[in-house]
């Protein structure tokens, strides 16, 4: 019964959707790795890699942050979705062991691993039925041995209140990673 529900908020949640790519949706994410392999080089190496939404509760790619490294030092720079524009290239001040290239990164996996985390959430009975959980970034990292591995945050909502204009939304989340293909919950 549970899988069924879980299914269904899915569905409702990405049949609303408008044109927007959402991060979580296997449909949407074919366009993504399309749009990834068309602006940036598949050999480029970066040290961190961003899919993220400009706002918590949308689940929609506005925005690729990347760090690479140019002449012995290293930069942040955001790729714009909408604008389709770079922003301009930031000094990063830490030093990375190694990075990994774009071109081996495989984001159809991303889908799959929001139900993994989904089903987590439900294992361990954190699952709320009546939320719908937003993938609002996905981070390709590099640790401290030089291995690449993946944070990801699950978002829902959990209420709203307004005060004259200033209108507030509390939002509760999850915290996974991914090392060695394996999904877990972080605390």
Not at 10 to 29: E, L, N, W
Not at 100 to 125: H, S, V
């Amino acid at each position: 019964m549970k899988k069924i529900t879980i299914v269904l908020l899915i569905t409702i949640f990405f049949s609303c959707k408008g044109k927007k790519d959402y991060i979580s949706d296997p449909d949407d994410i074919v366009s993504i790795q399309k749009l990834v392999n068309e602006v940036f080089e598949k050999d480029k190496e970066v040290y961190y890699f961003s899919l993220s939404s400009a706002e918590r509760l949308r689940g929609t790619l506005s925005s690729i942050y990347f760090t690479y490294k140019f002449k012995d030092t290293y930069f942040n720079q955001t790729y714009d979705v909408q604008s389709n524009t770079f922003s301009d290239p930031v000094k990063k001040s830490r030093d990375y062991k190694k990075g990994f290239k774009i071109g081996d990164l495989d984001l159809t996996a991303i889908p799959e691993r929001y139900m993994e985390a989904l089903q987590i959430l439900e294992d361990k009975k954190l699952l709320k039925e009546d939320k719908l959980y937003y993938l609002d970034s996905w981070d390709y990292r590099i640790d401290r041995k030089g291995e690449v591995y993946v944070d990801f945050t699950l978002n829902f909502y959990v209420s709203s209140n307004t005060h004259g204009r200033v209108r507030t939304t509390t939002y509760d989340s999850h915290n996974f990673t991914i090392k060695n293909n394996q999904l877990k919950l972080r605390k």
